[in-house]
């Protein structure tokens, strides 16, 4: 975490997640200010040290930093729309998408703001501890201004100057999250035919996850250089093993879909001529519509 300053912070939504925020910044000692619709919504924090602001124009205006976070980018303009931006700078870490994110940046910086995006990876409780990992998008120049303040939050990451970088960050690690976790159901569902239950095959599950993780530099390595050659399986091997899981699912009366969402991908794949490379070659049908 970095040393925090005197400079004062602004807080636009107090949500769960904006409480949160508001409170990170009292704790590390930071003069904030916070508005929210439902004004009483600040009472807690207002009994913490909190100013609450009258208007979203006063808030704006009680110092040179904002945080925003909102339901949705649509409540982003509701909010904004109507007041005076100049020479503020906003910190948005309302969810949203990509496209969002660079529209948001342009609107605001049209108006005379400076403008980071950013993502929340952690959950309310988390917050102003090390374990909340807070991704930021947008010039790193204004982000390095406001580093020791955001640095109250939690761990702040700067991803690069592409203001959808957050976002696009943010979506990645949610593939990642649910397709773990779908594989894991999957081989649970498929365990419990044989009466074994999921705490016993958690510990396996995890074993697996763990080793294939370790593949991921090498297998970024090749997508990035767009050369797969086969260095320890081919693609055609991994598909004769789909099949197999496949057929497994289907004679324990498993859901086989996903399993045949990615077996019909490597075939495809195959088809296309690349059975003799290795898996990550796959990128091409993952980068196609
Ligand atoms: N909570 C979490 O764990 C997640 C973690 C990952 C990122 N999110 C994102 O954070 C944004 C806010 O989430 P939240 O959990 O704080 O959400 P709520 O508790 O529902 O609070 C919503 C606040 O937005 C205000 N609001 C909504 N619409 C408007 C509007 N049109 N004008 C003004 N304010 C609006 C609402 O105000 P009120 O209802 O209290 O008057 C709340 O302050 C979100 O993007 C998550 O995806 C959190």
Redo the contacts with the bound molecule.
């Keep these: 975490m970095s040393d925090n300053t005197d400079i004062p912070v602004t807080v636009l ?6 409480r949160a925020l508001a409170g990170a910044f009292l704790k590390a000692g930071l003069p904030t200010t916070v508005w ?3 004004a009483s ?1 600040a009472d807690r924090l207002a009994a913490e040290g909190a100013r609450p602001a009258p208007t979203v124009g006063d808030a704006l205006k009680a110092g040179p930093l904002t945080i925003i ?4 980018y649509q ?1 982003v303009h ?2 904004l729309d109507a007041n005076e931006l100049d020479g503020t700078t906003l910190v948005n ?3 949203g998408s990509s496209a969002q994110a660079r529209e948001t940046a342009r609107w605001a910086e049209q108006r005379g703001a400076r403008y980071l995006d950013g993502a ?1 990876m ?3 409780p988390a917050i102003g501890t090390a374990e909340a990992l807070i991704l930021y998008s947008g010039p790193r120049a204004d982000f390095e201004a406001h580093e020791p303040t955001l640095g109250a939050l939690g761990t702040a990451t700067h991803l690069g100057a592409d203001h959808g970088l957050a976002s696009l960050y943010d979506v990645a690690g949610l593939a990642m999250m649910w397709s773990v976790l779908n594989a894991w159901l999957q081989g649970t569902a498929l365990l419990r035919t044989a009466r074994v239950d999921a705490v016993t095959y958690a510990p396996f599950a995890q074993q697996i996850a763990t080793v294939v993780a370790g593949w991921l530099p090498g297998y970024a390595a090749q997508v990035d250089q767009g050369s797969f050659p086969a260095e320890v399986s081919a693609l055609e091997t991994d598909a004769r093993a789909m099949a197999h899981l496949v057929e497994e699912c289907e004679a324990a009366g498993v859901n086989a879909e996903l399993p045949k969402l990615f077996k019909a991908m490597a075939d495809r794949s195959i088809a296309a001529g690349h059975g003799h490379e290795q898996y990550p070659v796959l990128i091409k049908e993952f980068t196609t519509p």
Excluded: F, Q, W, Y
């Design positions: 939504g107090l949500g769960l997640m904006g929210n619709r439902t919504k976070c909102l339901t949705d409540a509701e909010v870490l309302t969810s929340i952690a959950v309310p």
